[in-house]
């Protein structure tokens, strides 16, 4: 029989992505068969699964962390912001289709049985499945058709842990506010709570245990403190990005232009753990900065809409500064396509069909196509001769006199291109800095060392560390009955 818990918080932010994969690491290693699980996600940080499908980025990380392949099963329903106001849905791995929110609340039913059959899948086999709801069960107003919270919960039977966020203050009116508007059957699936993000002496909140227990009758099943090791592992959502500090003095400066559609900007981790990188994300209305070194432009989910607003922040200009200074510049997938000379949309994959131009620094233009490549895949650097290995997700063909010059090649066919000089790149594999050896040669380009510590490793270590965490400040009773 597969024990299941799912994990549900007070609000977005809370922690539950992080808890999930420390959870699932800390039972692989206690030798348990475990699989993470979410009904639905909404995030343009999404991975290639092992079995060839679009997932979110943080199911793929939990997977890692319970040491399984993973699967298009794990995430059956993900959303990736368009606009403001929608979403292309991906349904167990593949293009659904598209829907702005009210539309999507209608059609919202209709996806619980796929959402029901891949939480079968999962768990046939497993000793035990942790699931990550999404936002929070005491938003009400969406609460008729939910898939991905209570709506989920009461239908698969699954007990339910509530996670309060005490960092972002109020979590004592959070917890007993959801008990309080919450329908009976709903509140009946919550077996107990956790306080997450605590800063300081843990029994300072004693009172505050006693306080929620009296209101709620749940039990506390622990109080987890900051997990440092947090920070060392691929961010799920964009809004991390406005928290990150701007650099750290290294030796080469790396700007990153945040655009509203950023997407798999995970991309960059690997360069933020380099001691002698300094690594800054740029904000609408700065400048991209002229003393930096490298600008990386990273993957959009609507590299049209994306490339409008790069030009609206003047950072069009400031690249072209940057780069008679001497600077460099790699684009990532939309990254990439940005860097050419136009993006056509005949079909209106983006909004309105359309061509724009282009920033012009590589002579390719490409065409938006309605079959989307989804792949992990095999490369080499063609630039640095060095092995690679990554995934593939983009809408899009791109040609033109500079791709003579791929600097990649993936499963031995060229990919990307570059310009006369070399100094602009652009590629669609996702991943190009997790190489180490790539990293190492890159930043050899630019006079300085790196590359020395395996990228995985370091996410591998942060895991068990998060584990080890979990293991200690969570109710040992309660850790009993979930691992056994």
């Known amino acids: 029989m597969t024990r299941t818990i799912m994990l549900q918080g007070t609000g977005s ?19 348990l068969k475990v699989a993470p699980f979410k009904p639905q996600n909404m995030s343009n940080n999404a991975a290639v699964s092992d079995d060839g499908g679009e997932i979110g980025r943080a199911q793929w990380l939990q997977a890692l962390a319970a040491r399984t392949p993973s699967s298009i099963h794990m995430n059956p329903v993900l959303l990736k912001p368009q606009s403001e106001t929608g979403s292309q849905i991906i349904v167990q791995g593949k293009v659904f289709g598209q829907a702005k929110g009210r539309d999507y609340q209608r059609l919202k039913p209709q996806l619980l049985g796929a959402v029901l059959e891949s939480f079968a899948t999962v768990s046939e086999g497993r000793d035990l499945v942790i699931v990550e709801g999404a936002g929070s069960p005491a938003e009400i107003n969406l609460r008729a058709g939910d898939i991905a919270n209570m709506g989920f919960a009461t239908r698969a039977k699954v007990p339910v842990v509530l996670v309060g966020d005490i960092d972002r203050g109020g979590v004592i009116a959070s917890l007993v506010g959801t008990h309080t508007i919450l329908p009976d059957e709903d509140r009946a699936q919550i077996v107990g709570y956790i ?7 843990v029994s300072l909140f004693d009172d505050g245990i006693s306080a929620i227990g009296d209101f709620t009758g749940w039990p506390c099943f622990g109080v987890i403190p900051w997990l440092k090791a947090a920070g060392r592992l691929p ?6 990005l406005e928290r990150l500090a701007k650099g750290n003095g290294g030796a080469l400066k790396v700007a990153v232009p945040v655009l509203s559609r950023i997407a798999n900007f ?39 809409a994306d490339l409008e607003e790069f030009r609206a922040n003047g950072w069009d200009r400031d690249l072209q500064m940057h780069l008679r200074r001497g600077g460099r510049v790699i684009g990532i997938c939309g990254g990439y396509q940005m860097l050419g000379r136009s993006v056509a949309d005949p079909l209106g994959l983006e909004g309105a069909p359309r061509t724009v131009e282009g920033l012009g620094l590589i002579d390719v233009e490409t065409v938006m196509a309605a079959e989307k490549t989804v792949r992990n895949s095999k490369a080499h650097s063609l630039e640095h001769d060095v092995p690679l290995s990554g995934y593939e997700i983009h809408l899009g063909v ?16 060229p990919d990307g291109a570059s310009s006369a000089d070399g100094r602009v790149i652009g590629t669609y594999l996702h991943g190009l800095f997790s190489s180490d050896p790539y990293r190492r040669k890159l930043l050899e380009s630019f006079g300085i060392e790196g590359g020395g510590k395996s990228y995985r490793a370091m996410v591998d270590e942060a895991l068990d560390e998060l584990a080890a965490e979990l293991e200690t400040r969570l109710s040992r009773d309660w850790l009993t009955q979930l691992l056994g």
């Open 195 to 201: 306080i997450n993000k605590f800063r300081g002496d």
């Open 235 to 240: 961010a799920e959502d964009s809004v991390v």
């Open 13 to 31: 932010d809370v922690g539950k992505t992080i808890l999930v994969a420390g959870l699932c690491r800390l039972a692989s290693n206690r030798g």
């Open 398 to 413: 791109t040609e033109g006199p500079d791709t003579v010059r791929a600097p990649i090649e993936i499963d031995g066919r």
């Open 266 to 304: 995970d991309d960059l981790d690997p360069l933020a753990t380099e001691p002698e990188v300094d690594l800054v994300y740029i904000r609408a209305g700065d400048r991209l900065p002229p003393d930096a070194g490298l600008v990386v432009l990273p993957g959009s989910k609507s590299t049209i």
